[in-house]
């Protein structure tokens, strides 16, 4: 009679857009102590207990929220050490519109909530989603812990800042680079602004989150070329920054109700 079988550890799962990067943290025990060199939002999925010190020698013991977000600012001293350990996120790599502030956690925000669990999903279901589905999690995330230091407050005059100049620009941005990976992040450092107020001044002006217009412009462009007469599916989707023919093929009947094949076949175009 065999013994049990060993099970394998749940790995980190870690996604990179552009300068920013997600990690999640499946539960384990964990013992950190570092300074940190940029900002860390974090994220706690389940509670959690142990011991942790911020910024200090006193180390305390600590029992963490279910859902609760946490912020550590650059140059902060960092020991924590957990014999259970819980699954965490990790964001960092982002730009804050004012930097500083102080360590905190357990802070409870309903739309980081949302964002971290969708964020999560994608890491578990759809390992392979595309770029901006994350980036979009990660900047709403970013978003609230912007709210929860305080240093933004809903603005009624955030539409005003996409000018009509500036949306020129940004069509030019994305236009010139729909066969690359084009990132929010791009977007807003094209017009000299943080992913979060760009992202929302956008959304306010526009009535479309940047993610949303990417994806509709990438359409568009592909519907142009089928009806001028671009046969190879495949390639039209490399060629407006899908990564293959089925991600078109989903991303287009979702947006026009109708696939890429049979508006070929309205045109009466032949493969």
């Known amino acids: 009679m065999s013994g049990p079988t060993a099970l394998t550890p749940e790995p980190a799962r870690r996604v990179t857009v552009g300068r920013w990067s997600a990690e999640l943290l499946p539960r384990r025990p964990y013992e950190a102590r570092y300074t940190a060199d940029r900002p860390v939002l974090g994220f706690a999925f389940e509670s959690q207990e142990g011991v942790h010190a911020y910024a200090s020698d006193r180390i305390r013991p600590f029992r963490a929220r279910p859902n609760g977000l946490a912020y550590v600012p650059k140059g902060c001293e960092v020991f924590s050490c957990s014999a259970s350990g819980g699954e965490y996120l990790v964001l960092t790599g982002f730009d804050l519109e004012e930097e500083g502030g102080f360590a905190f956690s357990d802070r409870i925000d309903s739309l980081a909530v949302a ?24 900047i709403a995330l970013v ?129």
């Open 115 to 138: 964002a971290a669990h969708e964020l999560r999903r994608l890491f578990l279901a759809s390992p392979f989603a595309e770029p901006l589905r994350y980036e979009a999690q990660m």
């Open 143 to 271: 978003d609230r812990l912007c709210l929860q230091m305080g240093c933004r407050a809903p603005s009624s005059d955030t539409p005003q800042w996409m000018t009509a100049r500036r949306l020129r620009r940004i069509d030019e941005i994305i236009e010139g680079n729909l066969d690359g990976e084009l990132t929010v992040q791009a977007l807003a450092e094209g017009l000299g602004l943080s992913a979060g107020f760009f992202s929302r001044a956008f959304k306010q002006a526009t009535g479309w989150s940047p993610h949303a217009y990417i994806v509709d412009r990438r359409v568009a462009r592909a519907r142009s070329l089928i009806t001028a007469g671009a046969v190879d599916l495949s390639a039209v989707a490399l060629a407006v920054g899908f990564s293959s023919h089925a991600h078109l093929s989903a991303t287009f009947h979702r947006q026009l109700g109708i696939s890429p094949s049979a508006l070929r076949r309205s045109f009466n175009l032949r493969a």
